[in-house]
């Protein structure tokens, strides 16, 4: 991946992907059957050639909840890490955790026979996304329910063996957790490789990247 940095600008793109998001769910909601062309089913990318669910599944939600929560954190993270790193970095981080996470999902779905699953929301990308602040605001509070205070990092760890242990134990089924641990696994080489952080020494203390 190339290090060359992009000249830093904002333009609120955290913002138009939530505005994105929230029109393509409401256009689900109103004629169902779109929701058929945009998420990914591992059968209709390789079969039919509908390589867009790909990107597209990012932006298909299965309910409101579903979509609250994963707009909810990247209102509140996504718009953090885009005015620190420039939006156009930003939406480059973005897309490389969702579609990597998309595309590792459609691997292993497709080599272990699972054809008929449906992969849709933004949670990969999410998941990246939350990844990311941590390691430029590894100091940061976050209030869970609003009331418990929980470091950044601590939160990021706590997300990812909740993760691990329910892909490994089946929990919480028809979640998924595989996509959300590829979405960590992508915005963690885009933060190693591309900007040169590496969170494991950020996680483990040393901030030396932003003094």
Known sequence: MNRRQFRYSYSNAALYIIIINVVIFLVNMAMPATRFYLAMNPVL??????IWQIVT???AHASFSHILF???ALFFFGIQLERRIGSSEFLLFYFVSGIGAGAFSLLV?????AYQVWLLGASGAVYGVLLGYATYYPDSRIY???IIPVKATHLVLGYTAIEVLSQVFSFRSGVAHLTHLAGFGFAFLYLLIRLRINPVKVFLGNNRYYR
């Open 45 to 50: 990318v390789v079969g039919r050639g509908y």
């Open 70 to 72: 994963n707009m909810l």
């Open 57 to 59: 599944y990012m932006f």
């Open 109 to 113: 779905y497709w080599l272990t026979g």
């Open 144 to 146: 869970i329910m609003g």
